[in-house]
């Protein structure tokens, strides 16, 4: 059973920094794309980053390029979401996702995390 468990969330003042971190768990990753969604009160799930097992291709929401950092650590089953410059429309649960492929669609990806919530104050 595949369990994939995030951290980093909390509140923070807007133009500030968080990074989240997941945790993959249940067995070795070997080629899955991971990544991570959110979702704001009353709002869609939404694409946010996914990067390739090999790194080779990152794909980034227009809302945040150049924001946020996605990285992975393959050894360690992790990965990461540096977030710079937040804004209070960034305010939402952020999910860590697993698949096999790499795509915005959340239909795409065989595992989430629980989330962490991330809440932004202006």
């Known amino acids: 059973q595949v369990q994939l468990v995030e951290s980093g969330g909390g509140l923070v003042q807007a133009g500030g920094s968080l990074r989240l971190s997941c945790v993959a768990s249940?067995?070795?990753?070997?080629?899955?794309?991971m990544g991570w969604f959110r979702q704001a009160p009353e709002k869609e799930r939404e694409f946010v980053v996914a990067m390739t097992w090999s790194g080779g291709s990152t794909d980034y929401a227009d809302s945040v390029k150049g924001r946020f950092t996605i990285s992975r650590d393959n050894a360690k089953n992790t990965v990461w979401q540096q977030m710079n410059s937040l804004k209070p429309e960034d305010t939402a649960v952020y999910y860590c996702?697993?698949?096999?492929?790499?795509?915005?669609?959340?239909?795409?990806?065989?595992?989430w995390g629980q989330g962490t919530q991330v809440t932004v104050a202006s």
């Open positions: 996702v697993a698949g096999y492929t790499e795509t915005a669609r959340p239909d795409g990806y065989d595992y």
């Open positions: 249940g067995r070795t990753f070997s080629r899955e794309t």
